[in-house]
């Protein structure tokens, strides 16, 4: 089964500072999904990420997905408190067959602090 | 438009009660799935659906339920509560984006379930 590995575990940035989150995956990345969690709340999708080398934005966040599909990186430039939750990355399995399954990383706790 | 809906939201039970979580979606989505989050683990697969009539089990699923009566709803079921499933449980109703070959979930608030 697909195991997926964030780094780091947690996160705490000064506002206005930069970070990267990482996601590794066992096997090859077929659809990668980064979601958002606010503490108390469900995950409010960020974006998907599908052909290696893949790059979106949106407002100050980042995602990428290397070129062998076995990573993703989630940038965020210039922090804001807003930006505070905690940050999952996502995996389907290849194709159509993934029926909706989702194998998730532990998840990063980013705080940033005014 | 409400997505997914999910009842309750907070839940207290004692030890060998038995509960229904309820999860509908008005998206008339194909698959349905039932997560739980516990600190430091993510979200883990409970059970699935990939239709009316059709479950599946996920990676977590002893001591849980489901049936998929409609395409609306997909309902959780505890049978007899332990304190190792105090968590957060998430429902999620997906759909194929056919052109692509991946699925795009759209997931519930969640409810929070303690077992004492």
């Known amino acids: 089964s697909q195991e997926l590995e964030q780094s780091p575990q947690s996160l705490i940035v000064q506002e206005g500072k930069n970070l990267t989150i990482n996601c590794t995956s066992s096997k090859t990345l077929y659809g990668l999904y980064w979601y958002k969690q606010k503490y108390g709340e469900g995950l409010i999708f960020l974006m998907m990420?599908?052909?290696?080398?893949e790059e979106k934005s949106h407002e100050k966040i980042t995602a990428k997905l290397d070129e062998k599909k076995q990573q993703s990186s989630l940038h965020i430039t210039a922090s804001q408190p807003s930006h505070a939750g905690i940050y999952l990355c996502?995996?389907?399995?290849?194709?159509?067959?993934?029926?909706?399954?989702?194998?998730f990383g532990q998840g990063t706790i980013l705080t940033v602090h005014p | 438009n409400a997505g997914v809906t999910q009842t309750p939201k907070f839940q207290v039970l004692k030890t060998g009660q038995s509960m229904t979580l309820q999860c509908a979606q008005d998206?008339?989505?194909?698959?349905m799935s039932w997560y739980r989050q516990d600190p430091g683990m993510g979200l883990r697969l409970i059970h699935y659906?990939?239709?009316?009539?059709?479950?599946d089990q996920g990676e977590v699923p002893n001591g849980y339920n489901v049936s998929r009566s409609t395409t609306e709803d997909f309902p959780l079921r505890l049978l007899s509560a332990a304190p190792s499933q105090t968590s957060v449980y998430f429902c999620a109703s997906s759909y194929l984006i056919r052109d692509r070959g991946v699925t795009e979930a759209f997931f519930g608030q969640g409810t929070r379930l303690t077992v004492v």
């Open positions: 998206m008339n989505h194909e698959y």
């Open positions: 996502g995996a389907g399995n290849a194709g159509g067959t993934s029926y909706g399954k989702l194998t």
């Open positions: 659906s990939v239709g009316a009539g059709i479950t």
């Open positions: 990420l599908q052909k290696g080398g």
